[in-house]
């Protein structure tokens, strides 16, 4: 690796991925541009995670593993970009899919406009037309959510400027649910910009939506995600355990999310006019839980 500051640090939070991290780090030694560094943080995996990283140090040279003590996703980012010597840092999540020319992309995207934070779009993993449905459905999360002036993002790829992110106060540990979200939005209050990036588009695993199922999942991500831009109180152990648990929750099937929005947001106040944004979402969100 050359002296030259790197223009992205790659930061990836790692916890028994010896099947999907691999994947990612190809994708990382096959990239147009290799103006970058690629630091892994292992929680400690009991499987052969670091073992697999470990035959990439060839490839890709400036590759760095470091272990945290603590299992926790925002431990491990943080432990990440205190190691960090890009311009910006770049967290992604290890089952992410990144196309040849994605950094070579979003680089020139940042050079016309110089975010300080950002997120960007990303594809599914597959063809399927229900998976591509969901993908464009949270895509649209994310610009709605700049409609409520409360920036969001998925964890699965956030950037920062490595200038501010101390300035902002990294990720929070203590945070139950959309610690990326409330990332990214601490750092818009303090006065950072923040934009989305439409193309290039990384590739979003949908591995849970596959264990779960796509509509029980992506209902509950839904739900979690408007309670939080509303300000309303998650019960961490009843709707968002940690360390995965959720993954083994059976989440209940209500009617079609799409004619929940579609109804709520059609509804009008006493006098006639349209109930504002958060109002709705409000209204949806009791819709939603008094389904039978």
Known sequence: MSDKQPFFSIIIPALNEEKYLPLLLADLAKQ???DFEV???DGQSTDNTVERVKTFKDKLPSLKILTSKIRNV???RNLGAENATGK?????DADNGLPEYFLEGVKYQLHVKPFDLFTAWFNPDSQETLDKATATYMNIIIEAAMLLNQPAAYGALIGCKRSIYKHIG???PEVGFAEDTEFVNRGYKKGHTF???HEPRYVYSFRRFRKIGKLKLI???AILNLKFLTNQKVDQ???YPMGGGYLEEEARITTDLTQLIKSTFNKKGKRGKKTNTIDRIRALLSLEENQP
Request: charged share 15%.
């Open 32 to 34: 147009s541009s290799q």
């Open 39 to 41: 630091i892994v943080v």
């Open 74 to 76: 925002s431990v491990q």
């Open 88 to 92: 910006y840092l770049l967290f992604n």
């Open 170 to 172: 990294g990720f929070n």
């Open 195 to 197: 934009g989305v990036i």
């Open 219 to 221: 209902q509950k991500y």
């Open 237 to 239: 152990k009843k709707e």
